[in-house]
């Protein structure tokens, strides 16, 4: 397990995912990084406020803002764009296809900060920025393993190499089911309980198979059975069946495993002959996704148990 070293990401990254145009096409925007995933809207600092100025925040300039610094007078604007300006800022997005005035473009040129805009509304834009800069700036690590979406739970098998999760993954396509990543999945954490696994660009929809090689799962099975990223709800370790060994037969109590912090149920799974690994997943995926809409057959199997034990003779011959 390797962790990826990311600080911060470029204000150029950010214009493409979002989709942004720059009022300064000449700067070059991969020189500014962003490394928070917060936003500012400088209302105060505007108004003259800069203590507790959050400076290493995206600046987003709302109707609010812009309606504010129209009604200052040319020698207060300028002062307050040079002391907004002095500050480390990343970029300043104006929303609502709000136009700069000439005087901030000439000031943010001089002091290299990228201006960009954008026609979304201002609220709808900063939760979309935020939402993206999480993913985005989110702590990384890539694991050797497979990705599979399975009734929509995020099933990442793990094992030892060559022991069959290419396979596995592999039929639990041909079932329907959808490959996110083969071989590497890289897990960013995005709060303390979602984790999303991706695939590396290189390696993206591709599966190896030991004696054929490599296949393009989306070339040959066609798109709907692919996945950019999914959620990881649920982990599979993949062992040699070792008869010394005891596994879990009833599964009243969960296991977990650990990635950067947050806890994911995982299941160790024993191969042997005769065992049909696609849908012991499939069952896996399923009986996870029932758990968490508050059913579970193991407590469900415990309870009948304990009913049973507690009856008197004549209590069983009266449900007969």
């Not at 907004?84 to 001089?110: K, N, T």
């Not at 009734?151 to 639990?172: C, D, N, Q, R, T």
């Not at 599979?236 to 149920?265: A, H, P, Q, S």
């Not at 049973?308 to 209590?315: K, S, V, Y």
């Amino acid at each position: 397990m390797n962790s990826v070293d990311k600080k911060g990401i470029s204000v150029a990254k950010m214009v493409q995912v979002m989709d942004l145009y720059n009022f300064l096409p000449d700067m070059d925007l991969k020189l500014n990084r962003i490394t928070m995933s917060d936003i500012n809207r400088p209302a105060l600092q505007f108004s003259g406020y800069f203590e507790y100025f959050g400076q290493h925040r995206v600046q987003i300039i709302g109707t609010v803002e812009h309606t504010y610094l129209q009604q200052l007078d040319m020698e207060r604007k300028e002062y307050i764009y040079r002391k907004f300006m002095s500050y480390d800022i990343p970029c300043v997005v104006f929303c609502r296809d709000i136009q700069p005035d000439p005087l901030f473009l000439e000031l943010a040129e001089v002091n290299n900060l990228p201006v960009l805009g954008t026609k979304r509304r201002t609220s709808e834009f900063t939760a979309q920025v935020i939402h993206s800069l999480s993913e985005l700036l989110a702590p990384c690590i890539t694991i050797h393993g497979v990705l599979v979406d399975v009734y929509g739970e995020g099933l990442l098998i793990m094992g030892e190499s060559g022991i069959g999760k290419s396979e596995a993954a592999l039929e639990l396509v041909r079932r329907g089911h959808r490959l996110v990543t083969d071989d590497v999945v890289e897990i960013r954490k995005i709060n303390e309980q979602v984790l999303i696994g991706t695939s590396p660009r290189i390696t993206r929809h591709f599966i190896e198979l030991r004696g054929i090689g490599i296949i393009d799962i989306k070339t040959l099975f066609g798109v709907e059975c692919v996945k950019e990223k999914q959620q990881i709800d649920l982990v599979i370790k993949l062992e040699d069946w070792k008869k010394e060994n005891e596994y879990d037969r009833l599964g009243l109590e969960e296991e977990y495993t650990e990635f950067l912090g947050n806890k994911v149920v995982c299941h160790s799974l024993p191969i042997r002959p005769g065992r049909n690994l696609a849908v012991i997943c499939e069952v896996a995926a399923a009986n996870h996704r029932q758990k968490k809409m508050g059913y579970n057959a193991a407590q469900e199997l415990y309870r009948r148990v304990q009913e049973n034990l507690t009856r008197t003779p004549g209590d069983e011959d009266e449900d007969e």
